[in-house]
């Protein structure tokens, strides 16, 4: 499935509003599919996204870019007809995930808004839009390729006299143990975290500012771009403690006591009830750990692990008293992946898939090894101490029947659903009316129907 999606996700990954310095290039229409217009800013601003991000074109970047903004267009005017929607807060809590991983990978808000060349705030909305373009456009495409079936048989007679150059490259892929220890925060830096959101509770009940300036200001959170605001969710989408305290708010003039989480303290602010929905902003704060309370847990793991190698416990017998990391604690320390389009939950990580730290650590390392302690930045966006197992290592192979039957199906799968959208593709180039410049008639279209005269 994630093939399939290449043509309009590479496109989601390039696209962004159009730069104010994009090289002063006077506007112009030079596409029109429907009602929708294809700017040249679009395009020019898709191509210098591009070459900022070191990635390159099979071929001509003003041919291959209004191609493919054409080719969103046409499956955002179906989601339209088909009334497809997707819920804001679901993609806010997407481009907020997002977000708040960049932040971590590049230090702070203000280095991404510079890596970025934007203010954060307008940095999150294009993202949104983005996400929320990407979104449509696969339930659209999910709709096109539902049907789509093979069975063992076809799989077989597809794979059975193709050359084996020819057949899928699995690659490598890590079996890998973790367990986590949080250093130990002093209670000094923890009070000074209470004291600053007893601060900001005071300066709103005085109505010196409004709690969504505030949020802004001090959140850390990715929902601090828009004042701190969550959208409406349901309980389960809240982590427990944080739902106990939004749900039992009645006035929005009342600002919450402080709740502490898994990621952090709290204070929060009712917006409003829906039924069993609640909208709410808060303000996070995340106490942090001094480098010698990191360096005393390090130093901790490493004796730990010592005492592993010299057989006095297993690693897995560690994972209950030692890990703070519930998603392996009681899974024997394994990580698992579940792939983003799919859905489908494995074991095997490709490289890429896994965090950044803990694939740099993994390189290298030996079956049943046993890795140094490091630090990396959990899913609460924690600085954590961290000890890994690598458990397995398949090499990357070409692919057989018996070893990798599922990787087979998909690529079959992968094709046929591609073939589908192709079509589609196709006959809606037939009944969509389409103009196009002369001097971006020049090409060697992928789908060649965008010029019917």
Same mark, same amino acid.
């Not at 959101?197 to 500012?209: A, F, P």
């Given at each position: 499935?994630?093939?399939?999606?290449?043509? $309009?996700?590479?496109?989601?990954?390039?696209?962004?509003?159009?730069?104010?310095?994009?090289?002063?290039?006077?506007?112009?229409?030079?596409?029109?599919?429907?009602?929708?217009?294809?700017?040249?800013?679009?395009?020019?601003?898709?191509?210098?996204?591009?070459?900022?991000?070191?990635?390159?074109?099979?071929?001509?970047?003003?041919?291959?870019?209004?191609?493919?903004?054409?080719?969103?267009?046409?499956?955002?005017?179906?989601?339209?007809?088909?009334?497809?929607?997707?819920?804001?807060?679901?993609?806010?809590?997407?481009?907020?995930?997002?977000?708040?991983?960049?932040?971590? /990978?590049?230090?702070?808000?203000?280095?991404?808004?510079?890596?970025?060349?934007?203010?954060?705030?307008?940095?999150? +909305?294009?993202?949104?839009?983005?996400?929320?373009?990407?979104?449509?456009?696969?339930?659209?495409?999910?709709?096109?390729? *539902? +049907?789509?079936?093979?069975?063992?048989?076809?799989?077989?007679?597809?794979?059975?006299?193709?050359?084996?150059?020819?057949?899928?490259?699995?690659?490598?892929?890590?079996?890998?143990?973790?367990?986590?220890?949080?250093?130990?925060?002093?209670?000094?830096?923890?009070?000074?975290? *209470?004291?600053?959101?007893?601060?900001?509770?005071?300066? $709103?009940?005085?109505?010196?500012? *409004?709690?969504?300036?505030?949020?802004?200001?001090?959140?850390?959170? =990715?929902?601090?771009?828009?004042?701190?605001?969550?959208?409406?969710?349901?309980?389960?989408?809240?982590?427990?403690?944080?739902?106990?305290?939004?749900?039992?708010?009645?006035?929005?003039? /009342?600002?919450?006591?402080?709740?502490?989480?898994? !990621?952090?303290?709290?204070?929060?602010?009712?917006?409003? *009830?829906? =039924?069993?929905?609640?909208?709410?902003?808060?303000?996070?704060?995340?106490?942090?750990?001094?480098?010698?309370? $990191?360096?005393?847990?390090?130093?901790?793991?490493?004796?730990?692990?010592?005492?592993?190698?010299?057989?006095?416990?297993?690693?897995?017998?560690?994972?209950? !008293?030692?890990?703070?990391?519930?998603?392996?604690?009681?899974?024997?320390?394994?990580?698992?992946?579940?792939?983003?389009?799919?859905?489908?939950?494995?074991?095997?990580?490709?490289?890429?898939?896994?965090?950044?730290?803990?694939?740099?650590?993994?390189?290298?390392?030996?079956? =049943?090894?046993?890795?140094?302690?490091?630090?990396?930045?959990?899913?609460?966006?924690?600085?954590?101490?961290?000890?890994?197992?690598?458990?397995?290592?398949?090499?990357?192979?070409?692919?057989?029947?018996?070893?990798?039957?599922?990787?087979?199906?998909?690529?079959?799968?992968?094709?046929?659903?591609?073939?589908?959208?192709?079509?589609?593709?196709?006959?809606?180039?037939?009944?969509?009316?389409?103009?196009?410049?002369?001097?971006?008639?020049?090409?060697?279209?992928?789908?060649?129907?965008?010029?019917?005269?």
């Amino acid at each position: 499935m994630k093939r399939i999606l290449i043509l $309009v996700f590479a496109l989601l990954g390039i696209q962004t509003a159009f730069a104010q310095s994009a090289n002063n290039v006077i506007d112009e229409v030079i596409w029109v599919v429907g009602d929708e217009a294809i700017l040249k800013s679009e395009v020019e601003e898709a191509r210098v996204e591009a070459q900022m991000q070191g990635e390159r074109f099979p071929g001509d970047p003003y041919c291959i870019i209004p191609e493919q903004l054409a080719v969103q267009k046409l499956f955002l005017h179906q989601a339209a007809i088909d009334s497809i929607s997707v819920s804001d807060a679901d993609v806010f809590t997407e481009v907020d995930r997002k977000i708040e991983r960049y932040i971590q /990978i590049l230090g702070s808000r203000e280095k991404l808004e510079k890596e970025v060349g934007k203010p954060l705030n307008q940095f999150r +909305n294009q993202q949104f839009e983005l996400e929320k373009n990407g979104e449509l456009m696969r339930q659209v495409q999910m709709n096109i390729i *539902k +049907n789509t079936k093979v069975t063992p048989v076809q799989v077989r007679n597809y794979f059975k006299d193709m050359p084996e150059d020819s057949l899928p490259f699995v690659p490598t892929t890590v079996e890998v143990q973790l367990f986590t220890r949080a250093p130990k925060i002093s209670q000094e830096e923890i009070d000074r975290i *209470k004291s600053d959101l007893r601060e900001y509770t005071e300066r $709103v009940n005085s109505g010196k500012d *409004k709690f969504s300036t505030l949020a802004v200001m001090y959140s850390e959170d =990715g929902s601090a771009a828009r004042g701190g605001e969550l959208g409406f969710m349901n309980r389960g989408e809240l982590v427990p403690e944080f739902a106990n305290v939004a749900f039992s708010l009645t006035d929005p003039n /009342i600002v919450s006591k402080i709740v502490e989480s898994e !990621y952090g303290f709290h204070i929060i602010q009712l917006i409003e *009830k829906r =039924g069993d929905q609640v909208n709410v902003r808060h303000i996070l704060r995340k106490p942090r750990a001094s480098d010698d309370e $990191v360096m005393d847990c390090v130093h901790f793991l490493d004796s730990v692990c010592d005492d592993i190698r010299r057989g006095k416990f297993t690693f897995e017998e560690c994972l209950p !008293y030692l890990s703070s990391d519930k998603d392996t604690r009681n899974n024997y320390g394994n990580m698992v992946y579940t792939d983003p389009q799919t859905y489908q939950t494995t074991s095997r990580f490709q490289m890429v898939n896994l965090p950044p730290e803990v694939a740099r650590v993994v390189t290298g390392m030996q079956i =049943g090894e046993i890795s140094k302690p490091f630090t990396m930045i959990n899913k609460q966006g924690k600085e954590v101490v961290a000890v890994v197992k690598l458990k397995n290592r398949i090499n990357g192979h070409r692919a057989t029947m018996k070893e990798d039957y599922q990787i087979l199906q998909d690529t079959m799968l992968d094709k046929l659903n591609q073939d589908k959208l192709n079509a589609w593709i196709r006959e809606k180039q037939k009944t969509t009316y389409i103009r196009i410049n002369g001097d971006w008639r020049q090409c060697e279209f992928q789908y060649p129907g965008w010029i019917k005269e």
